[in-house]
């Protein structure tokens, strides 16, 4: 596609719930960002894959995230056991690389999260 | 760690006016600093790249400066319009996270009024 596009735009949940968001990058991309935007805040990074592995989570918040990219292309942020907390917009970018000093990521619209 | 910080947080001009937004960051040593602008419901939109050996980019109306050794960036938007109405955050990446990690500022929201 043209850009980096998110499924579904907004999902509403209960608390304890399990929910998955999507990110499909730009066709060639083989870095794939996720960060994740509460209200009021910047952006904070997640997890960053390079292909299908993932080459740093170190900002995921505990292990109730998990996010996986099978074949190099789509990625699937995983959430279980939703806390009122994790109420956020969480972005997907990605970029040609991951590995050069130039290396500009282009973000989608986002997921809004509500947990109710 | 990296801290990012954005003065002012909100700001309301009347159309026309010059405007500055400001962008510092604690640690000197980084790759790059990015202005990115984003709308409401909507993703961010890259405007301007520095590397970190440049000391400014321009594009349009917009210019952005680099301190490095300051730890300091800022925005000029000139001639502002209310199209330009949006948040705009600045982030950097630093070395030593790797060549891939953004660190955001918390942004300023920028109204233009008619």
């Known amino acids: 596609g043209a850009g980096v596009s998110q499924t579904p735009s907004n999902k509403v949940t209960e608390k304890g719930k399990y929910v998955e968001l999507r990110c499909d990058p730009i066709s060639g991309h083989t870095a794939l960002y996720w960060y994740r935007q509460s209200l009021g805040q910047g952006p904070e990074f997640l997890i960053y894959?390079?292909?299908?592995?993932?080459?740093?989570d170190s900002g995921l918040p505990n292990d109730r995230f998990f996010a996986v990219r099978p074949e190099g292309s789509v990625s699937t942020l995983k959430i279980q056991r939703t806390e009122r907390g994790d109420s956020a917009v969480y972005l997907c970018?990605?970029?040609?690389?991951?590995?050069?000093?130039?290396?500009?990521?282009?973000f989608g619209p986002g997921t809004r999260l509500t947990v109710l | 760690k990296q801290e990012v910080t954005q003065i002012p947080a909100a700001l309301s001009v009347p159309e026309g006016e010059n405007l500055v937004l400001n962008c510092s960051f604690t640690?000197?040593?980084?790759?790059?600093l990015q202005w990115f602008r984003q709308d409401p419901g909507k993703g961010l939109t890259s405007l301007l790249l520095?590397?970190?050996?440049?000391r400014e980019q321009t594009s349009g109306r917009l210019n952005a400066s680099l301190d490095k050794s300051s730890g300091r960036s800022t925005l000029y938007i000139a001639a502002s319009q209310p199209g330009d109405s949006a948040t705009y955050l600045c982030?950097?990446?630093?070395?030593?996270?790797?060549?891939?990690?953004?660190?955001f500022g918390t942004g300023t929201r920028l109204l233009v009024s008619p």
């Open positions: 970018a990605s970029s040609l690389n991951g590995g050069t000093t130039y290396n500009e990521q282009f």
């Open positions: 982030a950097v990446r630093p070395p030593n996270t790797g060549f891939q990690k953004l660190v």
């Open positions: 520095i590397q970190s050996s440049q």
């Open positions: 640690d000197s040593a980084i790759y790059n």
């Open positions: 894959f390079q292909g299908t592995g993932a080459a740093d």
